[in-house]
């Protein structure tokens, strides 16, 4: 029985046909690629050797790759040197890679629902350099401030006014900027001027008081404020001595025992200088002296006039008051991703409040009551009092 001839080629031979050069083959039993590029359209069977001839296309015929709909010519003489690799396939350069109808209904629908490319300010982590402080309760932070925005709900000042037949919100302006001078004169901690007006306006939203003892309720206040706050509180003589000796010592201790049990003692509320700490972090990663006595300047304004604390809470007036005082000195930009996110508070949220502080900023000069002004206009802390108001929030607010 005849059998049939293996074709054996020589590791040196060359195959030829027609006077054309074909690649030599390696060995007898290697099998072809499966897939040897953009050239060769169809596959060669599996197992099958490479021991056919190769078809020899025509000198000048330059074949065509089809890719998303664009054809392009591929030069097989001078191999990659006019072609680019493009998702594994070569295209010559200078043509773009066309759009699918998919990406373009997908960019459609983020730009109809607002959403764009454009990437965000990178949130900076306020926290990184007391890593290691353990009073700073850094692992504990985010916890505390949840809490104390969600008990502020609790202790907000409501509309009083209409219950109180013998004061309005002027002479309560007049009280708390009396008490202003008070704290300055007597050195206290900041912490103790905040928790004061606020014991002052819980107790006047729930006790009817009359003219003559507005001011007793100012001066025992900041005596319980002072004993929760300070370390060296003022005593009760200093007290009667600063009023004038308007009250004795006893009027004082009664009112500040009424005082007490009508708000059930409960005196561990977040006031707004809760919140100027930490927004006042996030807003100056490395320290700003100006800057923080501005916001220092704008919460003050804010919690001295009863518009502004009636109807904002204390997280809103400290956010607000660090939002006027970088419009105010122009920092740009004025409110970044990382204020937004340790506060809470868009842009768009603390316009309004903003606004009634510069608006009160613009008319401190001229006004009465100018505990806040004189303050803040010393050297002391920074003249910040005599910057001219944020014109474009002063436009926004007369409109």
């Not at 078809?55 to 006019?82: F, H, S, Y």
């Not at 998702?87 to 350069?93: D, P, T």
């Not at 965000?120 to 850094?138: R, S, W």
Request: hydrophobic share 40%; with cysteine; aromatic share 8%.
């Amino acid at each position: 029985m005849a059998t049939k001839a293996t074709l054996v080629v020589p590791h040196q031979q060359l195959q030829r046909e027609g006077g054309k050069k074909i690649v030599p083959v390696e060995g007898r039993n290697r099998q072809v690629l499966k897939d040897i590029g953009n050239l060769v359209k169809g596959r060669a069977p599996e197992g099958k050797h490479h021991d056919q001839k190769p078809q020899v296309e025509k000198k000048n015929k330059k074949p065509i790759v089809e890719e998303n709909g664009a054809t392009t010519k591929v030069d097989q003489k001078n191999g990659d040197e006019n072609t680019k690799p493009v998702s594994g396939r070569r295209l010559k350069e200078g043509i773009p890679k066309k759009k699918t109808f998919t990406s373009t209904l997908s960019a459609r629908s983020k730009a109809a629902c607002g959403i764009n490319n454009k990437p965000k300010d990178e949130i900076v982590n306020i926290d990184a350099k007391d890593a290691d402080n353990e009073l700073a309760v850094v692992e504990y932070i985010d916890e505390l401030y949840n809490f104390y925005k969600l008990s502020e709900d609790e202790t907000k000042v409501i509309d009083y006014m209409g219950l109180q037949p013998d004061i309005n919100a002027k002479m309560r302006s007049i009280l708390i900027d009396w008490l202003i001078e008070v704290h300055h004169k007597f050195e206290l901690m900041p912490e103790t001027l905040y928790l004061t007006i606020n014991i002052v306006d819980r107790f006047l939203s729930m006790k009817v008081v009359p003219r003559r003892e507005l001011q007793l309720v100012g001066i025992s206040s900041m005596l319980l404020a002072s004993k929760y706050e300070e370390i060296w509180a003022p005593e009760v003589n200093d007290f009667v001595c600063i009023s004038d000796n308007a009250y004795v010592k006893e009027q004082i201790l009664v009112m500040e025992k009424a005082i007490l049990v009508k708000l059930g003692w409960y005196l561990t509320v977040p006031t707004p200088y809760v919140f100027l700490v930490r927004y006042i972090k996030a807003s100056v990663p490395d320290e700003d002296e100006e800057l923080e006595n501005m916001v220092f300047f704008f919460a003050e304004l804010g919690v001295m006039h009863y518009s502004s604390v009636i109807a904002h809470c204390a997280s809103a007036i400290a956010a607000s008051a660090v939002y006027a005082a970088r419009c105010t000195l122009e920092r740009k930009p004025v409110w970044t991703e990382t204020l937004e996110h340790n506060t809470g508070y868009s842009e768009n949220q603390l316009i309004d409040c903003a606004k009634l502080l510069v608006g009160f900023h613009s008319g401190a000069a001229e006004s009465k009551l100018k505990a806040v002004f004189k303050k803040y206009s010393s050297t002391k802390s920074g003249a910040v009092a005599l910057h001219s108001p944020a014109k474009g929030l002063l436009a926004e607010s007369s409109s």
